[in-house]
């Protein structure tokens, strides 16, 4: 009797034990479950704070429109135009570095908001949501003062080197008949490279955009020129990926605004000497 009493007692003891350790399983659950809807409320309002970001894609190699200064900064006259315009807008403004050749995959992927980096236009038209043209530029060569080229003519049989993926390359695949000419067409993924090649000797000319030329030329104080006959014509805009037409407008309301107030005149002359862009103009 004292035996089945024990054991009920022992039973009841056991069930009110594993109900407990239930209830106490139950109520971490809850909390667990709890923590994870005020983390995802906290990841959505992080989510929608990103939102307020203009992520800048450009070419860290690529003076004077984006290139790392001697502090270490990234800067650049366009990276000058785009963090005013994301001051304007009230974003926070982030300069993102991207390999040229992977630009497209960076805007598709949302590494990226746009591309704003001496950006050409031309040829690109219907690959991207552009704003309108804020500066003019051409293609053109590059190559030392005492060298025997002196017109396009010139480059028969040389060594001329290119930006992968760059305008200038486009324009040379445009015109095959000129780019036959040449003894070799190389690539390299930046005009850094490419200035250092045309130092040493490695390359007789270099293909590139008038005024990342000028400005090398100038800051590496060189013994080179730029030849007159160019290569291309075209345009500098702000792409961003096809259909982003909000933030299009948005930036393209605040480089308006900018034209009209004199705020691009200014970092214009800044950078250049004098007003380069063509807004409102």
């Given amino acids: 009797m004292k035996k089945r009493l024990l054991s009920a007692v022992m039973a ?12 106490a399983k139950t109520e971490t659950t809850a ?25 800048v894609g450009f070419d860290q190699d ?9 502090n270490g900064e990234y800067t650049g006259f366009d990276l000058d135009l785009a963090k005013e315009v994301a ?24 590494n990226i908001d ?14 991207y949501t552009w704003t309108t043209p804020y500066m003019a530029n051409k293609q053109v060569f590059v190559v030392a003062n005492d060298s025997d080229i002196k017109s ?18 486009a324009a040379l695949k445009e015109n095959q008949d000129l780019a036959n000419t040449f003894g070799q067409l190389l690539t390299t993924p930046d005009y850094n490279t490419a200035f250092m090649d045309l130092e040493q000797g490695a390359v007789d000319a270099v293909a ?34 096809k259909g982003n037409t909000e933030l299009r407008d948005k930036v393209q309301g605040a480089l308006e605004e900018m034209a009209a107030d004199g705020t691009l005149a200014k970092i214009s002359d ?4 004098e007003d380069v862009t063509t807004i409102g103009k």
């Fill in 31 to 55: 909390e667990k479950k709890e923590e994870t809807t005020t983390a995802g409320t906290t990841a959505a309002e992080t989510a929608e704070a990103a939102g307020g970001t203009l992520i």
């Fill in 208 to 241: 590139m955009d008038v005024i990342v030329a000028g400005y090398q030329i100038k800051q590496r104080n060189a013994d080179f020129k730029i030849l007159d006959d160019s290569l291309s014509e075209e345009e500098y805009g702000v792409g961003f990926k």
């Fill in 62 to 70: 690529f003076p004077p429109m984006g290139f790392v200064g001697d």
């Fill in 152 to 169: 396009q003519a010139d480059l028969a049989g040389k060594v001329v080197e290119v930006q992968a993926d760059s305008s200038a390359e």
């Fill in 12 to 23: 009841s003891a056991m069930v009110l034990s594993l109900a407990a350790c239930g209830g």
């Fill in 270 to 273: 800044e950078w250049f000497g």
């Fill in 87 to 110: 001051s304007r807008l009230g974003l926070e403004y982030k300069a993102q570095p991207v390999a040229w050749d992977s630009k497209d995959m960076e805007l598709e992927s949302g």
């Fill in 114 to 127: 746009c591309i704003w980096n001496g950006f050409t236009i031309t040829g690109r038209e219907d690959d």
